[in-house]
């Protein structure tokens, strides 16, 4: 682990999972989800590395191991901001490398927000169970509005059902255990949430970077239906989806994750050709 300042002085904690031998296709930058860490993304990571991929990995402001008061927000698009500066570290590390992210659960919010904004040049984009619907009803949507307005600094619990992150006991017993992961939600990050999702799905019709959605279809974190519509509205030729009807929220950490490794895979081979 090493340590990326920010601009303003606080700082991100940086992972890598190089390539033990040879040279890598391609370094894939993951992006972790609401709550929890980068360090959890280890054993995909592994994966990606016995495919001939390296990762790297930062952990959010107010989360894990960097800056920040947990769950908080000194910017609305702050998360946005840093992913940039990631990118940008990786590239000066990586020069010669193609660049792929991938973002799970508010992770893939923020990839595919960073994509949309065109905030950097990024090769290909991989999505898991993004947050493109909150899943927030009118009133919660004009609550969070008028909390990030009056109390940006506010944090709460973020009522994640954490019984449904997988099927796997041993996954959430290892989320609850961790003491890098946290239950709070900042106003500003409650309304990155609420509203990015609107802006991902209004930039689908003009979609240009090679992306592959994978989602559960029995999400309770995150409405799935944020997914379906994305896919529904970006060109076919360029965003590639597949739903995996019966399993949770993470689904990288399911039971049965085998077929999502499996796609992952087959849609990096055919991008990245190994040699």
Not at 2 to 10: F, K, V
Not at 197 to 219: F, I, K, N, S
Request: a neutral charge.
């Amino acid at each position: 682990m090493t340590t990326l300042r920010t601009p303003d002085g606080e700082t991100l904690a940086l992972r890598d999972w190089p390539v033990a031998a040879g040279a890598a296709r391609a370094v894939v930058v993951l992006v972790h989800g609401l709550g929890e860490h980068a360090g959890r993304y280890g054993p995909l990571a592994a994966r990606l590395n016995a495919w001939g991929f390296a990762a790297r990995a930062a952990d959010h402001h107010g989360h894990g191991a960097s800056s920040g008061a947990r769950g908080g927000l000194p910017s609305p698009t702050r998360l946005v901001d840093d992913l940039a500066l990631v990118i940008d570290d990786t590239r000066n590390a990586f020069p010669t490398l193609p660049l792929v992210l991938l973002g799970h659960s508010l992770g893939g919010l923020v990839a595919a927000s960073a994509v949309a904004r065109g905030l950097r040049k990024v090769d290909a984009l991989v999505l898991s169970s993004p947050a493109l619907d909150a899943g927030l009803s009118a009133f919660q949507k004009l609550l969070v509005a008028t909390l990030s307005r009056l109390a940006p600094g506010l944090r709460v619990g973020n009522g994640l059902a954490l019984d449904a992150l997988s099927h796997a006991p041993a996954v959430v017993d290892a989320y609850r255990a961790d003491p890098l992961c946290h239950d709070r939600i900042g106003a500003r990050l409650a309304r990155f949430l609420a509203d990015e999702g609107a802006a991902v799905q209004a930039a689908a019709p003009a979609w240009r970077v090679p992306t592959l959605l994978l989602y559960a279809g029995d999400d309770r974190l995150v409405n799935p239906a944020g997914s379906r519509a994305f896919a529904d509205a970006a060109p076919q030729a360029v965003v590639s989806s597949l739903c995996f009807p019966a399993l949770y929220h993470e689904i990288f950490n399911e039971r049965d994750a085998e077929p999502v490794f499996d796609a992952l895979r087959a849609w990096l081979d055919a991008r990245f050709p190994n040699g």
